[in-house]
Nanobody, 116 residues
């Protein structure tokens, strides 16, 4: 079955960095775009970044452009989210996502807390 397992979250000070990982299994990883979403307390889940399956082209939410970088390693079936210059407003649970029509699959999430 499809499994997405996130790791790498934690507590970091403003201005710091974290790298999230999402290990995938149970589907054709190479053939599918991968996404990172986040959900802050009391807010709706929002799309943070997307990496395509083909050329690895990327797209970002305006709020993270220039600070976050999404990438993928098809040999390891893993997606990454490098987060730099973190701000308190980046505090959220971060989720890995793949869309295998007609279903969406999610990992369990990893907590990122940015606080001094």
């Amino acid at each position: 079955q499809v499994q997405l397992v996130e790791s790498g979250g934690g507590l970091v000070q403003p201005g710091g960095s974290l790298r999230l990982s999402c290990a995938a299994s149970g589907f054709a990883f190479n053939s599918n775009p991968m996404m990172w979403y986040r959900q802050a307390p009391g807010k709706e889940r929002e799309l943070v970044a997307t990496v395509s399956n083909f050329r690895g082209s990327t797209n970002y939410a305006d709020s993270v452009k220039g600070r976050f970088t999404i990438s993928r390693d098809n040999a390891k079936k893993t997606t990454y989210l490098q987060m730099n210059s973190l701000k308190p407003e980046d505090t959220a649970v971060y989720y890995c996502n793949v869309r295998l029509y007609p279903f969406d699959y999610w990992g369990q999430g990893t907590q990122v807390t940015v606080s001094s």
